[in-house]
T-cell receptor
């Protein structure tokens, strides 16, 4: 059952703490996206990778957010230091298995207090 | 900057009604348009459209793309309460073998019994 796996599913943290979200893309997919979803902004693209190389991270606040793919089975999104305005659902999606459709993980619901 | 606009923002109908959801876009190097359904969790893929005028159909859902007028519609016939969800439209642009997905803010569909 091929699916994108994200951990943790929920995270509550205090302002100023580091947060790391992880994503395992579908095996064989070479494109990985990180999105943030809020009621106000909808789905915003933060960063994306192809063949583990970062292609565009212009959607991320560079001073506090970083995204990496240490290997083909793991993508990470890190926020340091976290702020209350970072509270949102963060989705990872993978694609590139032939078409342009992307398949989403279940998301990480982040609450920064 | 790529832009995707969906309308209406929300819609309330009764079971059995037919609905049409709209998506217009502006994108450089258009590659495809995708529709997703989002219930409480992650967006799930519905359709990918690349050619004008060719209807994609899955059960009571169908979609068509007009690349000249830069829009797509998603039709749902004989709606059911299980169709209640946010429907998201996304466009994929293409830079060689790379692509990026930009999402609209979605249409919230509520189907009442």
């Amino acid at each position: 059952d091929a699916r994108v796996t994200q951990t943790p599913r929920h995270k509550v943290t205090e302002m100023g703490q580091e947060v790391t979200m992880r994503c395992q893309p579908i095996l064989g997919h070479n494109t990985v996206f990180w999105y943030r979803q809020t009621m106000m902004q909808g789905l915003e693209l933060l960063a994306y990778f192809r063949n583990r190389a970062p292609l565009d991270d212009s959607g991320m606040p560079k001073d506090r957010f970083s995204a990496e793919m240490p290997d083909a089975t793991l993508a990470t999104l890190k926020i340091q230091p976290s702020e209350p305005r970072d509270s949102a659902v963060y989705f990872c999606a993978s694609g590139g298995g032939g078409g342009t459709e992307a398949f989403f993980g279940q998301g990480t619901r982040l609450t920064v207090v | 900057e790529d832009k995707v606009v969906q309308s209406p923002l929300s819609l309330v109908v009764h079971e059995g009604d037919t609905v049409t959801l709209n998506c217009s876009y502006e994108v450089t190097n258009f590659r495809s348009l995708l529709w997703y359904k989002q219930e409480k969790k992650a967006p799930t893929f519905l359709f990918m459209l690349t050619s004008s005028g060719i209807e994609k159909k899955s059960g009571r859902l169908s979609s068509i793309l007009d690349k000249k007028e830069l829009f797509s519609i998603l039709n749902i016939t004989a709606t059911q309460t299980g169709d209640s969800a946010v429907y998201l439209c996304a466009v994929a642009n293409s830079g060689g073998s790379n692509y990026k997905l930009t999402f609209g803010k979605g249409t919230l569909l509520t189907v009442n019994p």
